[in-house]
């Protein structure tokens, strides 16, 4: 770790970049090794210190660079960005030079005052009511609110440099977070450059210009006249956001230029709002409207809202009269409706005087193409009248609810960010960034209740439902409250709404460009390059052409909620990295800002995704699958990035609770799986040699259990510490290529057999340590150079036993398949010798859950005696496995000629308590005299090496309770020799402890202390003689008695018997299961005594004998598998 502390920062692509240039720890004044300043310290009064000065230099020479540090480049360039190449100097940076105001609290203001103020929040009190419009405007305006509190902590904990939002979650949440996180803030923020430019087209076509439109609308009614205006809108938006386009390419220079301008637009026209209002109390504007019964009539193409009028003492009709009659005269056929109600004129601004505001208060929602009618008035309609002439009336273009009315009215609030994306230009950002944020949402939040408040004051209520004026001679609604002029609003709204689409278009490539230059996202990494002044170009057309796929709907409507969804997940974040942080407690989490609390966050958090589905839930659920699906990507083909976030704190915290939680006690059988620690070895390159273990691991990873990857190293760890990291790399690197998720660990040690030690008995931590070890099987263990392999592995063998650990060992693992290998047939083949807590029916199980071997089948082989019941043994087993849940054949194999007697197989089946297979071997008369030579050799050398000078040897073995009360038997019968039920075929330490009832003789322990045999001789009367106590029988009577040979000194009983038992079992195995794709067998145990381990090799290599791929398995002790649920 801290070799990578000692690493500058460097600039992207340079030679120790990692994703974005960066280490994980960096810091700019640790490990900067600067030559000069370390020779200021030679002979000052520091010499302990001096051979550190390269790495750590004095507090006092860096005390000035701390505290004019910045690392904020300015502009477009990110905090990770490098300022300067390897080798060169920094840079100097300007002092940043903006205060308060203008760098937090006038660019906050702009971007949150905008067209959804000037073109929908009259219609939505309309439509709302007041008391429901001002829930809406509070509900949005608390989520801001609690969101800029969040921000202001994150803000002023520590220095955020230019990307804003996306650099507080990305580096609170981290790298998966803030990327899905980034790119949608990057889509709203894209979404309302479309959505101004539709604003902007919608002031110019229907209140500047209308006679520009190239689709006419005039004669045109319901959804023709639609389709020709969003046509226009189409075409339109598309050539303004053209030319946009080219503005931000050519010269964005002069759009920050003008954004005084345009918020000297936005200001005015607010004011001109007040002042209006204010007005009204003394003398309302006057802007009749004209219905017809109680339906609103569209005023235009008429001068007088009459029927007729009287002129020079003669009734004339007015032009209102010809619009629904088919002629002039009074006697003409009008329209059923028209003939029947009554013209009326009323006021469309009474003023805030009229108390109008009683009948605003209530909502009046309508369906799309409804009529907009006045409450209070008379009207008159015959049954079944069809209404005709309905482009002469003010219809409902959509159809209205209340969440769709959050959905369009959010985007007006948004923007809080604008002053954390300056922070690089600002003089104290930590002081300033809370400030100026929620001051400007305190003002704007005045200024949008207030209208609520002033706007149902006010305005008749049908003029409030009427979206787009045409009750008011297409004047745009709010205007007409404005003071002095009402073209004081739709300049000021026109110009606004075109610099609002200018700084959506300038900021969005910017926000994409950082997110590019992380390095996160690996198909964004071509919109991080751009022009020499680093004007990102190709995240400018990436973001022209969404902002078009915006402009293509040409519905304000419609694309108000999809940058909400994008917009309320940004904030939902930003509060829950700021909850996640406080209650985290992390060290570095220090805010300046210490107005906040993680239930305020909460609660923000909240809020936003109440009001995600309550704008639009199938909107909410397509911004959370974009999101979701961005966060998977990271995760798997990003680059991985430390920064200190979080999600790793909390990742950190969790796994500490569920670590204390393990230690409570052993897992439940029902909870067991393998946790492997799997042990590679690695060549002089320290590259792994057996990559194929890996793939086994990853095939046996069904159990969702820890994996270790380790390796031991002879030597140093001072001397050898580069091996061992570039031993860790090649460990991480084969994991990722075998897909094996799991950790990987070195040891260093004197020798290899202690590092492996070190590895079994210190892996893991707590209570999530290993539980089963899986090792390779030495191949070359029969060359004399490699002797000490297989006594290396003989050593695992005892030391995982004793640490009740199980052992899987692999033979011939190069034969294993790959990963990417198929097996569509074959059987795998487990035979069942020993009980071992189930492990032999557990890993076939998780095997088979693998692409690799799921179209294996499963055999169970067992081994009876003759004397055994094989059909009952075979109903108990099947019994047994389906009791189990494991699909599998099962076959009992007899071993003939009585090769196996006396061991009780049947408890073996008994569900809850299975009890250790016994063997007993029936020796033939010339094994018997190898083995009585064996025994008597090894009690000549006893003595030998006690007392040279005897002449007679014991003969030490382990005796029956009751041998001396024996009875007469006939010679044949004497001569048998019977092996003890304590005899193992495959010894477990673990499982089969020597059993008390037959103990070993103290003579045979003292006198054969390299030679351990464990018989019991159960007939002892020979030739019609009384039998003699063993231990008084000299060699020479029994060599004579069994008629031994002299070639039969050196054999040593003990290994015959083994051998034979590694034969016989191998030739079964061999005949059953010499075509099965793999087979899993119980692994014998080591001797105790280790003069016998080079022939404990030979054995194995004996009962694995022709079989291509063997899986030796060694319970660890414990029952691993249970019938219960």
């Given at each position: 770790?801290?070799?990578?502390?000692?690493?500058?920062?460097?600039?992207?692509?340079?030679?120790?970049?990692?994703?974005?240039?960066?280490?994980?720890?960096?810091?700019?004044?640790?490990?900067?090794?600067?030559?000069?300043?370390?020779?200021?310290?030679?002979?000052?009064?520091?010499?302990?210190?001096?051979?550190?000065?390269?790495?750590?230099?004095?507090?006092?020479?860096?005390?000035?660079?701390?505290?004019?540090?910045?690392?904020?480049?300015?502009?477009?360039?990110?905090?990770?960005?490098?300022?300067?190449?390897?080798?060169?100097?920094?840079?100097?940076?300007?002092?940043?030079?903006?205060?308060?105001?203008?760098?937090?609290?006038?660019?906050?203001?702009?971007?949150?005052?905008?067209?959804?103020?000037?073109?929908?929040?009259?219609?939505?009190?309309?439509?709302?009511?007041?008391?429901?419009?001002?829930?809406?405007?509070?509900?949005?305006?608390?989520?801001?609110?609690?969101?800029?509190?969040?921000?202001?902590?994150?803000?002023?904990?520590?220095?955020?440099?230019?990307?804003?939002?996306?650099?507080?979650?990305?580096?609170?949440?981290?790298?998966?977070?803030?990327?899905?996180?980034?790119?949608?803030?990057?889509?709203?923020?894209?979404?309302?450059?479309?959505?101004?430019?539709?604003?902007?087209?919608?002031?110019?076509?229907?209140?500047?210009?209308?006679?520009?439109?190239?689709?006419?609308?005039?004669?045109?009614?319901?959804?023709?006249?639609?389709?020709?205006?969003?046509?226009?809108?189409?075409?339109?938006?598309?050539?303004?956001?053209?030319?946009?386009?080219?503005?931000?390419?050519?010269?964005?220079?002069?759009?920050?230029?003008?954004?005084?301008?345009?918020?000297?637009?936005?200001?005015?026209?607010?004011?001109?709002?007040?002042?209006?209002?204010?007005?009204?109390?003394?003398?309302?504007?006057?802007?009749?409207?004209?219905?017809l019964g109680n339906r609103t009539l569209v005023w235009k193409g008429f001068d007088v809202c009459a029927k007729v009028i009287e002129r020079d003492n003669?009734?004339?009709?007015?032009?209102?009269?010809?619009?629904?009659?088919?002629?002039?005269?009074?006697?003409?056929?009008?329209?059923?409706?028209?003939?029947?109600?009554?013209?009326?004129?009323?006021?469309?601004?009474?003023?805030?005087?009229?108390?109008?505001?009683?009948?605003?208060?209530?909502?009046?929602?309508?369906?799309?193409?409804?009529?907009?009618?006045?409450?209070?008035?008379?009207?008159?309609?015959?049954?079944?009248?069809?209404?005709?002439?309905?482009?002469?009336?003010?219809?409902?273009?959509?159809?209205?609810?209340?969440?769709?009315?959050?959905?369009?009215?959010?985007?007006?609030?948004?923007?809080?960010?604008?002053?954390?994306?300056?922070?690089?230009?600002?003089?104290?950002?930590?002081?300033?960034?809370?400030?100026?944020?929620?001051?400007?949402?305190?003002?704007?939040?005045?200024?949008?209740?207030?209208?609520?408040?002033?706007?149902?004051?006010?305005?008749?209520?049908?003029?409030?439902?009427?979206?787009?004026?045409?009750?008011?001679?297409?004047?745009?609604?709010?205007?007409?409250?404005?003071?002095?002029?009402?073209?004081?609003?739709?300049?000021?709204?026109?110009?606004?709404?075109?610099?609002?689409?200018?700084?959506?278009?300038?900021?969005?490539?910017?926000?994409?460009?950082?997110?590019?230059?992380?390095?996160?996202?690996?198909?964004?990494?071509?919109?991080?390059?751009?022009?020499?002044?680093?004007?990102?170009?190709?995240?400018?057309?990436?973001?022209?052409?969404?902002?078009?796929?915006?402009?293509?709907?040409?519905?304000?409507?419609?694309?108000?909620?999809?940058?909400?969804?994008?917009?309320?997940?940004?904030?939902?974040?930003?509060?829950?990295?700021?909850?996640?942080?406080?209650?985290?407690?992390?060290?570095?989490?220090?805010?300046?800002?210490?107005?906040?609390?993680?239930?305020?966050?909460?609660?923000?958090?909240?809020?936003?995704?109440?009001?995600?589905?309550?704008?639009?839930?199938?909107?909410?659920?397509?911004?959370?699958?974009?999101?979701?699906?961005?966060?998977?990507?990271?995760?798997?083909?990003?680059?991985?990035?430390?920064?200190?976030?979080?999600?790793?704190?909390?990742?950190?915290?969790?796994?500490?609770?569920?670590?204390?939680?393990?230690?409570?006690?052993?897992?439940?059988?029902?909870?067991?799986?393998?946790?492997?620690?799997?042990?590679?070895?690695?060549?002089?390159?320290?590259?792994?040699?057996?990559?194929?273990?890996?793939?086994?691991?990853?095939?046996?990873?069904?159990?969702?259990?820890?994996?270790?990857?380790?390796?031991?190293?002879?030597?140093?760890?001072?001397?050898?510490?580069?091996?061992?990291?570039?031993?860790?790399?090649?460990?991480?690197?084969?994991?990722?290529?075998?897909?094996?998720?799991?950790?990987?660990?070195?040891?260093?040690?004197?020798?290899?057999?202690?590092?492996?030690?070190?590895?079994?008995?210190?892996?893991?931590?707590?209570?999530?340590?290993?539980?089963?070890?899986?090792?390779?099987?030495?191949?070359?263990?029969?060359?004399?150079?490699?002797?000490?392999?297989?006594?290396?592995?003989?050593?695992?063998?005892?030391?995982?036993?004793?640490?009740?650990?199980?052992?899987?060992?692999?033979?011939?693992?190069?034969?294993?398949?790959?990963?990417?290998?198929?097996?569509?047939?074959?059987?795998?083949?487990?035979?069942?010798?020993?009980?071992?807590?189930?492990?032999?029916?557990?890993?076939?199980?998780?095997?088979?859950?693998?692409?690799?071997?799921?179209?294996?089948?499963?055999?169970?082989?067992?081994?009876?005696?003759?004397?055994?019941?094989?059909?009952?043994?075979?109903?108990?087993?099947?019994?047994?496995?389906?009791?189990?849940?494991?699909?599998?054949?099962?076959?009992?194999?007899?071993?003939?000629?009585?090769?196996?007697?006396?061991?009780?197989?049947?408890?073996?089946?008994?569900?809850?308590?299975?009890?250790?297979?016994?063997?007993?071997?029936?020796?033939?008369?010339?094994?018997?005299?190898?083995?009585?030579?064996?025994?008597?050799?090894?009690?000549?050398?006893?003595?030998?090496?006690?007392?040279?000078?005897?002449?007679?040897?014991?003969?030490?073995?382990?005796?029956?309770?009751?041998?001396?009360?024996?009875?007469?038997?006939?010679?044949?019968?004497?001569?048998?020799?019977?092996?003890?039920?304590?005899?193992?075929?495959?010894?477990?330490?673990?499982?089969?402890?020597?059993?008390?009832?037959?103990?070993?003789?103290?003579?045979?322990?003292?006198?054969?202390?390299?030679?351990?045999?464990?018989?019991?001789?159960?007939?002892?009367?020979?030739?019609?003689?009384?039998?003699?106590?063993?231990?008084?029988?000299?060699?020479?009577?029994?060599?004579?008695?069994?008629?031994?040979?002299?070639?039969?000194?050196?054999?040593?009983?003990?290994?015959?018997?083994?051998?034979?038992?590694?034969?016989?079992?191998?030739?079964?195995?061999?005949?059953?299961?010499?075509?099965?794709?793999?087979?899993?067998l119980n692994m014998p145990g080591p001797p105790k005594n280790r003069t016998g381990d080079e022939n404990y090799m030979e054995f194995l290599e004996v009962?694995?004998?022709?079989?291509?791929?063997?899986?030796?398995?060694?319970?660890?002790?414990?029952?691993?598998?249970?019938?219960?649920?």
């Open positions: 770790m801290l070799n990578n502390l000692t690493e500058c920062e460097e600039g992207e692509g340079g030679a120790n970049s990692q994703g974005d240039g960066n280490p994980k720890e960096s810091s700019p004044f640790i490990n900067s090794s600067d030559p000069e300043k370390s020779q200021q310290y030679d002979g000052k009064n520091m010499a302990l210190f001096e051979e550190e000065m390269d790495t750590s230099p004095m507090v006092s020479s860096l005390l000035s660079s701390l505290a004019n540090y910045s690392n904020l480049p300015q502009g477009s360039k990110e905090h990770e960005e490098a300022e300067n190449n390897e080798g060169t100097r920094k840079k100097p940076v300007q002092a940043p030079r903006m205060g308060t105001l203008m760098g937090v609290y006038l660019p906050c203001l702009q971007n949150i005052l905008g067209v959804i103020l000037f073109l929908r929040m009259t219609w939505m009190v309309g439509i709302g009511g007041v008391i429901e419009a001002f829930v809406i405007v509070l509900m949005c305006c608390s989520t801001t609110m609690l969101t800029a509190i969040s921000m202001s902590a994150i803000a002023t904990n520590g220095v955020v440099p230019a990307g804003g939002s996306y650099y507080m979650i990305s580096r609170s949440l981290g790298p998966e977070f803030g990327g899905a996180v980034g790119i949608c803030f990057y889509l709203g923020t894209t979404y309302a450059g479309a959505m101004y430019i539709l604003g902007c087209i919608e002031i110019l076509l229907i209140y500047i210009v209308p006679q520009a439109a190239i689709f006419k609308m005039e004669g045109l009614e319901g959804s023709e006249a639609e389709a020709a205006m969003l046509n226009n809108m189409r075409v339109y938006g598309s050539l303004v956001l053209t030319f946009m386009a080219i503005v931000v390419f050519v010269g964005v220079r002069y759009v920050n230029k003008l954004a005084l301008v345009f918020l000297a637009c936005v200001i005015s026209s607010i004011l001109a709002v007040y002042a209006g209002v204010i007005k009204t109390a003394f003398e309302p504007p006057l802007f009749p409207v004209c219905t003669a009734t004339v009709t007015t032009k209102l009269w010809r619009m629904f009659c088919d002629s002039e005269f009074l006697n003409a056929t009008c329209d059923t409706y028209f003939s029947n109600n009554n013209v009326t004129e009323i006021q469309g601004i009474p003023g805030v005087t009229s108390g109008i505001l009683k009948e605003n208060l209530f909502s009046t929602y309508l369906e799309k193409g409804m009529f907009l009618e006045k409450k209070g008035l008379s009207t008159y309609l015959e049954p079944d009248e069809i209404p005709t002439n309905s482009n002469r009336y003010v219809l409902a273009d959509i159809s209205t609810f209340f969440t769709m009315l959050v959905g369009i009215y959010f985007p007006s609030v948004t923007g809080i960010m604008a002053g954390s994306n300056r922070s690089g230009d600002l003089r104290d950002a930590q002081k300033s960034i809370p400030i100026g944020t929620i001051l400007a949402i305190t003002t704007t939040s005045f200024i949008y209740m207030s209208s609520v408040v002033l706007f149902g004051a006010c305005i008749e209520g049908t003029v409030l439902r009427d979206k787009f004026g045409e009750a008011v001679r297409g004047n745009l609604v709010i205007g007409t409250l404005a003071w002095p002029s009402p073209w004081v609003i739709v300049f000021g709204s026109f110009f606004s709404t075109c610099g609002a689409g200018l700084q959506s278009l300038t900021g969005a490539p910017r926000l994409l460009q950082a997110i590019a230059r992380d390095g996160i996202v690996p198909f964004l990494r071509v919109f991080g390059h751009g022009k020499a002044n680093g004007e990102p170009t190709w995240a400018l057309l990436l973001t022209a052409v969404i902002c078009e796929s915006g402009i293509l709907i040409a519905s304000l409507d419609s694309v108000a909620p999809i940058l909400s969804m994008f917009f309320l997940m940004c904030y939902m974040f930003v509060n829950l990295a700021c909850a996640l942080q406080t209650l985290l407690r992390t060290p570095n989490w220090r805010p300046r800002f210490k107005f906040y609390h993680w239930a305020l966050s909460f609660l923000g958090m909240s809020l936003c995704l109440s009001l995600m589905f309550i704008c639009s839930w199938y909107y909410a659920i397509v911004a959370m699958a974009i999101a979701s699906c961005i966060y998977k990507y990271i995760e798997f083909r990003g680059a991985e990035k430390e920064w200190g976030d979080g999600i790793r704190g909390l990742s950190l915290s969790a796994a500490r609770f569920a670590l204390m939680r393990l230690e409570e006690g052993p897992p439940h059988t029902k909870n067991w799986r393998p946790q492997i620690l799997v042990l590679v070895n690695v060549d002089a390159e320290q590259n792994v040699e057996q990559p194929r273990l890996l793939s086994l691991t990853n095939q046996l990873k069904a159990g969702k259990g820890l994996t270790i990857v380790g390796t031991a190293l002879a030597g140093t760890f001072l001397e050898n510490h580069p091996q061992a990291q570039q031993a860790e790399q090649s460990l991480k690197k084969i994991m990722e290529t075998e897909k094996v998720k799991g950790f990987c660990q070195v040891v260093v040690s004197s020798n290899i057999r202690d590092a492996t030690s070190h590895l079994v008995q210190a892996s893991g931590l707590g209570g999530l340590q290993h539980n089963t070890v899986l090792v390779s099987w030495p191949r070359n263990w029969k060359q004399a150079e490699d002797h000490q392999l297989w006594r290396n592995f003989i050593e695992l063998v005892r030391e995982t036993t004793a640490a009740s650990k199980a052992l899987l060992v692999p033979k011939n693992i190069a034969a294993f398949p790959s990963n990417g290998e198929r097996f569509t047939e074959g059987h795998i083949d487990v035979w069942w010798i020993v009980h071992d807590g189930g492990m032999l029916m557990l890993l076939p199980f998780l095997l088979r859950q693998n692409k690799v071997w799921r179209k294996c089948k499963m055999r169970i082989f067992t081994v009876a005696q003759m004397d055994d019941n094989s059909i009952q043994m075979k109903k108990d087993l099947t019994t047994f496995l389906y009791h189990l849940r494991i699909d599998a054949q099962v076959e009992v194999v007899e071993m003939q000629d009585s090769d196996i007697s006396a061991y009780t197989y049947e408890k073996t089946l008994v569900m809850e308590q299975r009890s250790q297979i016994l063997k007993q071997i029936n020796l033939t008369k010339t094994e018997r005299e190898r083995e009585i030579q064996s025994i008597t050799d090894s009690s000549r050398g006893s003595i030998r090496r006690k007392n040279p000078a005897a002449v007679n040897t014991q003969l030490s073995v382990t005796e029956e309770p009751a041998a001396s009360s024996k009875e007469e038997k006939p010679e044949e019968e004497c001569a048998t020799v019977s092996p003890p039920p304590q005899e193992q075929l495959i010894h477990d330490k673990s499982t089969n402890p020597p059993t008390p009832a037959t103990p070993q003789s103290p003579a045979a322990e003292a006198e054969t202390p390299s030679t351990v045999v464990q018989m019991t001789w159960t007939e002892a009367k020979c030739d019609g003689e009384q039998a003699k106590p063993l231990g008084a029988t000299t060699p020479e009577a029994i060599k004579d008695l069994f008629n031994m040979k002299p070639e039969w000194e050196n054999l040593n009983q003990f290994n015959v018997r083994r051998m034979h038992t590694a034969l016989r079992l191998n030739s079964e195995i061999v005949k059953k299961s010499q075509e099965a794709k793999l087979v899993l009962l694995t004998e022709g079989l291509n791929r063997v899986l030796l398995v060694r319970g660890g002790g414990r029952e691993v598998i249970t019938i219960y649920s």
